[in-house]
């Protein structure tokens, strides 16, 4: 009995895991589902205490398939970077969108804080507003949406194109990225 629980218990994280990878191409290139894009983000944190503090962070991207949470936190495996550099500290998604005009509307996250004997969620939010569009059959990478969580939190949004594409290649098992559009987002202020 309890052999069995562990065994559905082991396929049920595996089949998890396995869907949050992105689907590729027999040419080893991303290749999102049919009618869809592909819209590559990653999403990192900085807290004062990275472990302690179990921080959060999520991006809100509104658009024709409505509203969508990208969710990170320190228990997620990292962005693996190349060589000696830093590994990111949140996770790269590539999430299946329909084609249509986006905005990063917002980020928003949250940290562990301890003042004597009692335990705390602090919460943020960051209005961003990035406008971006997708197209069918379209793969688009929009950077790294960066949350600092503290009591004057802000946000930065910039390509870590080294770091991410290197994690494509060795936890996606992405061959060829040539078909990858490169489109960071960037705040209207910034944009114009």
């Known amino acids: 009995m309890i052999r069995t629980l ?12 396995a869907s ?17 894009a592909y819209a590559i983000v990653g999403v990192t944190m900085h807290s004062y205490d990275d472990i302690s503090s179990d921080p959060d962070a999520a991006l809100e991207l509104i658009g024709p398939a409505g509203r969508t949470q990208i969710w990170a ?3 997620t495996a ?28 917002r980020m928003y996250g949250s940290w562990l804080v301890e003042s004597g004997l009692w335990r705390r969620r ?11 569009s997708l197209k069918a059959g379209e793969v688009v990478y929009l950077g790294d949406a960066h949350l600092n969580l ?4 802000s946000y930065e949004l910039h390509a870590e194109r080294e770091r991410d594409f290197h994690h494509m290649q060795t936890r996606w098992g992405v061959t060829d990225t040539s078909n990858i559009r490169i489109a ?3 705040a209207p202020s910034a944009a114009q």
């Open 78 to 105: 990292g962005i693996v970077a190349p060589g000696d550099a830093p590994n990111g500290n949140g996770r790269l998604s590539a999430v299946a969108l329909a084609p249509g005009d986006y905005v990063a509307s």
């Open 6 to 17: 562990l065994a559905l218990i082991t396929i049920t994280l595996l089949v998890g895991c």
């Open 20 to 36: 949050m990878q992105p689907q590729l191409g027999s040419n080893g290139q991303l290749q999102p589902p049919a009618g869809m």
């Open 122 to 132: 602090e919460m943020v939010t960051a209005t961003i507003n990035a406008p971006f």
């Open 73 to 75: 936190n320190t228990a």
């Open 184 to 186: 960071p987002l960037q």
């Open 150 to 153: 503290n009591f004057r939190p």
